[in-house]
């Protein structure tokens, strides 16, 4: 999967949960989505920018669902 692909499927699996979010690269390449939660409060998400396999984009979504849950 390429980078822009990826980072395409992110945005919509962020955007199930949070309206108001940012995501960024970190220096070493991973991608940082900050969501602003429920509650008001900021919470940051780390993705890998190439998932090792199947189970790594639906540990990233459930950790986007509790933060924008929180």
Known sequence: MSHSKYLQSLRRMVEE???DYEISRTKS???AVRI???S???MT????STPSDHRSMLNVKTKIRHAAAA
Do not use: L, M
């Open 17 to 19: 949960f949070a309206a």
């Open 29 to 31: 390449g991973h991608y």
């Open 36 to 38: 602003k939660g429920e």
């Open 40 to 42: 008001g409060s900021d």
């Open 45 to 48: 998400v780390f993705a890998p």
